[in-house]
Structures are given as structure tokens and as C-alpha cells.
């Protein structure tokens, strides 16, 4: 192709991996409460297993420190 060039480079791979984890019974109750009031409040329902990567991918979006120590992390990575 030419020299012409895209602001949105090639797309990152976004294959769904998937991760097995444990939890406490507890917080399966909390998970379920959530996806019920979720439910409710958009009027389409959906499962836990959906729910939780959008959950995960907000908290580290918030996690102000996180995304610190991982720009420190990402600069050791190339320097």
C-alpha cells in the first residue's frame, strides 16, 4: 500500500481468554444481587459471567495507583 497513514494503528488481538477463579459463596450472592439490579435498571438480563469483566475492567480503570505503578512497570519493560 501507499504511504498513507491512519491515526488507529493495527487493532490489538481481542480473542477472549478465559481465567478460572474461586470465590467465596458470599460474594457469588453479591455478584447475583448485582446482576439483578442490572437487570432491572436496563431491562435486559444478564449473567455474572458477563458482568464481571466489565466490573474488573472498570476497577482498574479506576485504580489510580495501579495505573502508576504500571506506567513505571511498562517504562522498566522498554528502557
Known amino acids: ?15 477472549p481468554q478465559k481465567l478460572t477463579v474461586q470465590i467465596d459463596p458470599s460474594l457469588v450472592a453479591d455478584l447475583e444481587d448485582y446482576s439483578r439490579v442490572h437487570s432491572q435498571l436496563h431491562g435486559e438480563e444478564v449473567n455474572i459471567a458477563v458482568l464481571v469483566p466489565h466490573m474488573l475492567e472498570a ?6 495507583g495501579f495505573r502508576k505503578a504500571r506506567k513505571a512497570l511498562t517504562a522498566v519493560r522498554k528502557g
Open 1 to 15: 500500500m501507499s504511504e498513507t497513514q491512519l491515526k488507529i494503528g493495527p487493532l490489538p488481538d481481542r480473542t
Open 59 to 64: 476497577f482498574l480503570a479506576s485504580d489510580a
